[in-house]
């Protein structure tokens, strides 16, 4: 049972407009949601997070929002640039359990067009 | 820091034979992780330690994949007999003290080629 998922394998933008990627996950025990970013050859990287007690966080051109009713988070690039092309994915975790397991989602590949 | 280390970076073996992965986590780290990458299921956990216990291996697919760490410093996945479908890209991550743990950090993973 997939408790993360990301049901868009590819997004492709132009540069300088937003990226939207998207994510939804069904264990409404996850108190906190974190992007991360790949690149080829590489291990992911950690991006941005937020926590359920907030709706919005923002850190220079990336954001995410979180819906918790709809169990709904997104990741808003803008905006993109070409070195933004890479694999994202969302995770996932119980905060409150302090185990630090994540669970993530199957990742959406980026790319962005000069 | 020189980050987490893993190695090798490819292996590619023949179905049957054993299959050893190394990691080296970040010093200071008291958590570390063990994940595969797959194309259908993305980033799956496979296993997990603090402090050099292991404390969930529900992710472990069969008994033919082992864990251990024997130090803070050292990790080795294992795979015994290896099969086809092991194919993928294993990666292990570490994190440190203090809130939040899940702010990961992964080594550049080990693209496993089972022939």
């Known amino acids: 049972d997939q408790q993360v998922k990301q049901n868009s394998p590819s997004l492709s933008v132009q540069e300088g407009r937003i990226s939207i990627l998207n994510c939804d996950y069904t264990?409404?025990?996850?108190?906190?949601f974190l992007w991360y970013k790949k690149y080829p050859a590489e291990g992911p990287t950690f991006l941005i997070s937020i926590s359920s007690i907030k709706d919005k966080n923002e850190d220079g051109r990336f954001t995410v929002f979180l819906n918790k009713s709809a169990k709904h988070l997104s990741l808003h690039i803008v905006p993109s640039q070409p070195g933004d092309s890479a694999v994202y994915f969302c995770?996932?975790?119980?905060?409150?359990?302090?185990?630090?397991?994540?669970?993530f989602g199957q990742g959406t590949t980026l790319q962005v067009k000069p | 820091d020189a980050g987490v280390i893993q190695s090798p970076r490819h292996e590619v073996t023949e179905m049957g034979q054993e299959v050893t992965l190394r990691c080296k986590p970040i010093s200071g780290h008291n958590s570390l992780f063990w994940y595969r990458q797959t194309m259908m299921r993305g980033l799956e956990l496979l296993i997990y330690f603090n402090n050099n216990v292991p404390i969930d291996d529900s992710g472990m697919p069969e008994d033919r994949f082992s864990a251990k760490m024997p130090n803070a410093s050292f990790s080795t996945l294992k795979i015994q007999p290896s099969e086809p479908r092991d194919s993928a890209v294993y990666f292990c991550a570490s994190s440190g003290e203090g809130l939040p743990n899940e702010k990961l950090f992964f080594g550049s993973g080990t693209q496993l080629s089972v022939l």
């Open positions: 264990n409404s025990m996850f108190d906190y």
């Open positions: 995770a996932a975790s119980h905060l409150s359990s302090n185990t630090g397991k994540l669970i």
